[in-house]
């Protein structure tokens, strides 16, 4: 058994590269396994930059410096974002507000529909079963009400604290696009000489995450207001929420889009119920997760598309697990570190024992 171990340690380890590479991701592993709630703003501030570094990047080979650029830049995002969350914040909190209002007589209604299903269909449809089922989605409903109604309320007295959060942030961003370079060779300093492995991971990563975090972005405003769209057209009720859920869905690969399916079809059927209008939002919403799947996130994401899917499942649920939204978030991007790290590390035959 010995022999194994020290066969297999001197297969993957011989290289001190890859040793340093192991250590150094071990810590941050352990960094955002405790202290990931904590340095929240900081990964936001993180995913902010990789999104605004490109116009930077731009404004700079029009010969303006980095730190001009990087305010200019960062003004730009402010604004836009301060004029979205102004203009559809209070329409999503009202339709939300709206929504769980009424998603009691929607189970009621749903109720009354299912419970007939064991009276037309009883040799396929347990009535037991059937109320088991519709007391446990009632409460599970109803507790989602209950978290929009109290998140509507509460989101009032937390606007101090957002403030605080958005001046933070905001100022990490600023910084980390300011003093780029700086920050980057600080960073070296601390890393030991022998670093060609680390330094092949690292770029193959850096432009992994910029790409990922840019196609995200992109993606979340084609698939939202392409949604909107569609549901304002067809007049389904509460159009922009649903849109803006269905955006964000696109986050979490495949699980998102399974999980926005069931609000979007709950409201269509309490519209309209079994009626033609519901079959053609049921196929418009076909319609978009396919183009989204099939044509925009190969285009966006042409490398990491190259990860199975059972892979990216399994990256969402590990990752989500351990370090909850930011797992998620980023879990492409690490199973993509994961592959990488596999791909780079040196593999070299054990040398033999030399005799005693």
Do not use: C
Request: glycine letters at 6%; charged letters at 10%; hydrophobic letters at 60%.
């Amino acid at each position: 058994m010995l022999d194994v171990i020290k066969h297999w340690y001197r297969q993957r380890f011989s290289d001190p590269g890859a040793v340093v590479l192991f250590l150094l991701l071990l810590f941050g592993f352990v960094v955002m396994y405790f202290m990931g709630r904590i340095l929240t703003p900081f990964f936001a501030a993180i995913v902010i930059a990789y999104l605004l570094e490109w116009p930077v990047g731009r404004l700079r080979r029009l010969g303006l410096g980095r730190g001009p650029a990087a305010g200019v830049v960062l003004l730009l995002f402010a604004v836009l974002l301060v004029l979205s969350l102004v203009s559809l914040v209070p329409s999503i909190l009202n339709q939300s507000t709206n929504l769980a209002r009424e998603i009691p007589t929607m189970i009621n209604r749903a109720q009354e529909v299912l419970l007939t299903l064991p009276e037309d269909y009883p040799e396929l449809v347990d009535v037991t079963l059937m109320q088991n089922l519709l007391t446990e989605l009632r409460g599970r409903l109803l507790g989602s009400a209950d978290a929009i109604l109290s998140v509507s309320i509460s989101s009032l007295t937390n606007v101090a604290v957002m403030l605080v959060y958005l001046i933070l942030v905001s100022v990490l961003v600023f910084f980390m696009l300011k003093d780029k370079p700086l920050l980057l060779q600080s960073m070296n300093r601390f890393l030991p000489e022998n670093r060609e492995l680390i330094s092949r991971v690292w770029h193959e990563m850096n432009v992994q995450i910029a790409n990922y975090v840019r196609g995200k972005v992109i993606e979340i405003l084609i698939v939202g207001s392409v949604s909107y769209v569609t549901f304002a057209l067809l007049g389904l009720n509460y159009a922009l929420l649903l849109a803006v859920l269905v955006g964000f869905s696109v986050l979490i690969p495949y699980i998102g889009a399974a999980a926005a399916t069931v609000p979007v079809a709950m409201v269509g059927l309490f519209q309209w119920g079994f009626t033609p209008p519901f079959f053609y939002l049921i196929v418009a919403y076909g319609i978009i997760q396919a183009l989204d799947g099939n044509v925009l996130v190969p285009v966006l994401f042409s490398e990491a598309v190259n990860l199975h899917p059972i892979a990216i499942i399994v990256a969402v649920l590990v990752f989500g697990g351990l370090w909850g939204f930011w797992g998620v978030f980023f879990a492409i991007p690490l199973a993509t570190l994961v592959k990488a790290v596999i791909n780079a590390w040196p593999r070299q035959n054990a040398l033999p024992d030399k005799p005693a």
